[in-house]
Protein backbone atom coordinates (compact mmCIF):
# COMPACT_ATOMS: atom_id res chain seq x y z
CA UNK A 1 0.00 0.00 0.00
CA UNK A 2 2.85 2.24 0.64
CA UNK A 3 3.48 2.53 -2.90
CA UNK A 4 0.18 3.61 -3.69
CA UNK A 5 -0.18 6.64 -0.85
CA UNK A 6 3.10 8.06 -1.68
CA UNK A 7 3.56 11.32 -3.14
CA UNK A 8 5.33 9.58 -6.03
CA UNK A 9 2.26 7.56 -7.31
CA UNK A 10 1.84 9.22 -10.50
CA UNK A 11 -0.67 5.96 -12.08
CA UNK A 12 -3.02 7.09 -14.54
CA UNK A 13 -5.70 4.61 -13.56
CA UNK A 14 -7.21 6.22 -10.99
CA UNK A 15 -5.19 4.79 -8.13
CA UNK A 16 -2.54 7.87 -8.18
CA UNK A 17 -1.87 11.74 -8.66
CA UNK A 18 -3.87 12.97 -6.51
CA UNK A 19 -4.34 12.57 -2.85
CA UNK A 20 -8.16 10.87 -2.86
CA UNK A 21 -6.64 9.22 -5.86
CA UNK A 22 -3.65 7.79 -4.14
CA UNK A 23 -6.14 6.81 -0.72
CA UNK A 24 -8.83 4.94 -3.04
CA UNK A 25 -6.89 1.29 -3.27
CA UNK A 26 -6.65 1.11 1.18
CA UNK A 27 -9.83 2.47 1.34
CA UNK A 28 -11.30 -0.13 -0.95
CA UNK A 29 -9.33 -2.87 0.74
CA UNK A 30 -10.13 -1.73 4.40
CA UNK A 31 -14.17 -1.90 3.28
CA UNK A 32 -13.49 -5.39 1.60
CA UNK A 33 -12.09 -7.08 4.66
CA UNK A 34 -13.95 -5.07 6.92
CA UNK A 35 -17.05 -6.84 5.03
CA UNK A 36 -15.30 -9.99 5.03
CA UNK A 37 -14.51 -10.21 8.92
CA UNK A 38 -17.33 -8.28 10.43
CA UNK A 39 -17.49 -6.05 13.41
CA UNK A 40 -15.53 -8.46 15.39
CA UNK A 41 -12.06 -7.94 14.42
CA UNK A 42 -9.93 -4.57 14.52
CA UNK A 43 -9.10 -3.25 11.01
CA UNK A 44 -6.71 -0.51 10.72
CA UNK A 45 -3.98 0.66 8.63
CA UNK A 46 -0.26 1.02 9.18
CA UNK A 47 1.04 3.99 6.85
CA UNK A 48 4.57 5.95 6.45
CA UNK A 49 3.13 9.73 7.46
CA UNK A 50 6.48 11.05 5.64
CA UNK A 51 8.50 9.45 3.37
CA UNK A 52 12.31 10.76 3.47
CA UNK A 53 13.07 10.84 -0.07
CA UNK A 54 12.40 13.84 -2.20
CA UNK A 55 9.04 13.58 -4.00
CA UNK A 56 6.95 11.99 -1.10
CA UNK A 57 4.39 12.09 0.91
CA UNK A 58 4.79 14.93 3.65
CA UNK A 59 3.15 14.72 7.14
CA UNK A 60 0.29 17.23 5.45
CA UNK A 61 -0.89 14.71 3.04
CA UNK A 62 -0.66 11.92 5.74
CA UNK A 63 -2.60 13.81 7.88
CA UNK A 64 -5.39 13.60 5.52
CA UNK A 65 -5.27 9.92 4.81
CA UNK A 66 -5.61 10.12 8.55
CA UNK A 67 -8.89 11.39 8.57
CA UNK A 68 -10.23 9.91 5.68
CA UNK A 69 -9.14 6.27 6.92
CA UNK A 70 -10.76 6.99 10.66
CA UNK A 71 -13.91 8.40 8.62
CA UNK A 72 -14.04 4.76 6.77
CA UNK A 73 -14.53 3.53 10.07
CA UNK A 74 -10.97 2.02 11.10
CA UNK A 75 -10.38 0.65 14.32
CA UNK A 76 -6.22 1.69 14.51
CA UNK A 77 -3.77 3.98 12.37
CA UNK A 78 -0.23 2.96 12.94
CA UNK A 79 2.17 5.43 11.89
CA UNK A 80 5.73 5.64 10.81
CA UNK A 81 8.37 7.19 8.49
CA UNK A 82 11.16 6.05 6.35
CA UNK A 83 11.42 5.15 2.93
Known sequence: MASFLSGLNTRKDGYGGGLKERA????EVYRAVREAVGCDFAVGCRFLTEECIEGGTQVEESAQFGIWFAEAGMDFLSLSRGG
Open 24 to 27: RLPL
